[in-house]
């Protein structure tokens, strides 16, 4: 350790607020060479507890001691440790159609209502899954009320009763969209949104165009008799690791070249530029992908480059390994169900459905990834 980061991060009292946590000074200031005294070290004792973790205790020359636990100093002592001690670097399982078919039982992805409402396993449980395969299923919720208007005859959700908003809240603070806290998806005629057709809708990411796009998107599935509009799911991270294995310079071109996404429709302009594939910061582990072509916008890159050709090759394996039935999750959701999946990681599609044979009625909502990140490390922790 250095003397800097030694100093930089003192937990003393006078460093970082006790209660609030929040530290008290730039570490800009240490690096001032007035402030020389405040990084200078003028002895180091070890105290010995009568527990197992000693503690580093340090005299600076301004006169101000500060001390370390041992567990802190070893967690900070090598990237592994650092990684290993926050839930989010544990590694995650890629899965095609036949590895996750084994996941999808009631003792893994697939989750009671009541005991993810009810119990701190059953909401662990869920989380552990979200993290490592990106999808959840929820099972037996209780029947969502619905008010019917005496007049019109149309049926609408109460304001204040609305399930999946609850189911959301479990993990963390809904993330409100253009569409509202929670939105429906159901067949409306001249529909804006191509969510809202009957249509086939092609494997996709939900707003992309949002600077912070959703990372959980929930989907509640209050009515489904219609016939077909089978859902369907697939891993774009085992994509994006395909790319890699067979085409090294594709996967780069993927990771630099920007794809543009938009919603210009109806009073909202919304857009943002990135590209495919987001690494996390090591640059070894895929932090985010994103794919949507339905609200893709036209290319603001030259488009005549080596390097978009590589682009090109890239999104073609990509493209032909999810429309591979091997690789996706094909499924006709059951009502009183609800499927939670990670919006940057698994690519959502469904088929084709006949409005004339039945209902069909789903309620979604999302959260940000934050909040699923903050309630599964302190979890972990517990
Ligand atoms: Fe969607």
């Known amino acids: 350790f250095t003397p800097f980061f030694l100093r930089d991060s003192c937990r003393e009292s006078s460093h970082v607020n006790p209660i609030s946590s929040q530290k008290l000074f730039s570490s800009g200031e240490l690096g001032i060479p007035a402030n020389q005294d405040i990084v200078t070290v003028e002895k180091c004792e070890i105290i010995q507890n009568s527990s197992d973790m000693d503690t580093l205790k340090v005299f600076w020359r301004d006169g101000h001691v500060s001390q370390y636990p041992e567990n802190f100093l070893r967690r900070y002592s090598t990237v592994d440790n650092i990684k290993s001690a926050r839930y989010g670097y544990q590694p995650f399982s890629l899965w095609n159609k036949t590895s996750i078919s084994e996941e999808l039982s009631p003792k893994s992805l697939i989750v009671s209502y009541d005991e993810y409402m009810n119990t701190s396993l059953g909401l662990y449980r869920t ?13 037996n919720i209780p029947h969502q009320p619905i008010n019917t208007n005496h007049i019109s005859g149309v049926e609408s959700l109460p304001v204040d009763n609305i399930i999946v908003e609850r189911i959301a809240e479990r993990i963390g603070y809904i993330k409100e969209t253009f569409y509202g806290t929670s939105w429906d998806v159901k067949s409306i005629p001249n529909a804006k949104n191509i969510a809202y057709t009957s249509s086939f809708l092609p ?11 959703p990372g959980l998107q929930y989907l509640h599935v209050i009515e489904n008799q219609a016939k077909g509009g089978e859902s369907i799911f697939v891993d774009s991270f085992a994509a994006v690791k395909e790319v890699e294995r067979v085409d ?6 993927l990771k630099r070249v ?53 682009f090109q090759r890239g999104l073609a394996i990509f493209e032909s390994f999810i429309e591979d039935p091997k690789n996706q999750v094909l499924l006709k959701m059951e009502e009183n169900s609800c499927v939670i999946f990670q919006n940057r990681r698994v690519l959502h599609s469904r088929n084709e459905f006949d409005q004339m044979s039945g209902k069909r009625w789903f309620r979604g ?18």
């Not at 989380?127 to 099972?139: C, D, I, N, P």
């Not at 090294?248 to 071109?253: G, I, P, Q, R, Y």
């Not at 919304?270 to 072509?293: G, H, L, T, W």
């Open 365 to 382: 909502t999302y959260n940000d990834i934050d909040t699923f990140w903050s309630r599964l490390r302190v979890m972990a922790r517990e």
């Open 258 to 310: 920007p794809v543009t996404y938009q919603y210009d429709n109806d009073g909202e302009y919304y857009y943002q530029s990135r590209p495919m594939v987001i690494m996390q910061r090591d640059q070894k582990v895929i932090e985010a992908v994103n794919y949507s072509p339905p609200f893709q916008g036209p290319f603001e890159c030259h488009t005549d480059t080596e390097g978009f050709k590589d």
């Open 248 to 253: 090294k310079v594709a996967f780069e071109a």
């Open 203 to 213: 494997l996709h990411m939900d707003l992309l165009y949002y600077e912070s796009p």
């Open 127 to 139: 989380l552990k899954g979200l993290h490592s395969h990106g999808l959840v299923f929820l099972r």
